[in-house]
């Protein structure tokens, strides 16, 4: 019932920047928080950057001052500014939606991942 695509991955080079976006759509009812989570190969799936409905944030340690996540409630659309990127970030970056139902349940939902490569 609810969807999120993902947009804004690709290849740059180290010191570049790249902006996702995740919009929500469907039978969405009420927002609770929106986030960036990434996974590298063998690694395990680590939350990069979350914002709640009140704008309250949170950011994984290595990215704080290099990303940004932000959110246009009126879209339920959620973004995140990538700069200063490094090899490390090299991940696929997936889309969180933690939902709240009409009829008070909680739902996660997850976006299709986007590839974000930082390469020279």
């Known amino acids: 019932q609810v969807q999120l695509v993902e947009s804004g991955g690709g290849l740059v080079q180290p010191g570049g920047s790249l902006r996702l976006s995740c919009a929500a759509s469907?039978?969405?009812?009420?927002?609770?928080?929106m986030g960036w989570y990434r996974q590298a190969p063998g690694k395990q799936r680590e939350l990069v950057a979350a914002?709640?409905?009140?704008?309250?944030?949170n950011y994984k340690d290595s990215v704080k001052g290099r990303f940004t996540i932000s959110r246009d409630n009126a879209k339920n659309t959620v973004y995140l500014q990538m700069n200063r990127l490094e090899p490390e970030d090299t991940a696929v970056y997936y889309c969180?939606?933690?939902?709240?139902?009409?009829?008070?349940?909680?739902?996660?939902?997850w976006g299709q991942g986007t590839q974000v490569t930082v390469s020279s």
């Open positions: 969180n939606l933690d939902h709240t139902t009409r009829w008070g349940t909680r739902r996660d939902y």
């Open positions: 469907g039978n969405i009812f009420s927002i609770n928080a």
């Open positions: 914002i709640t409905s009140g704008g309250n944030t």
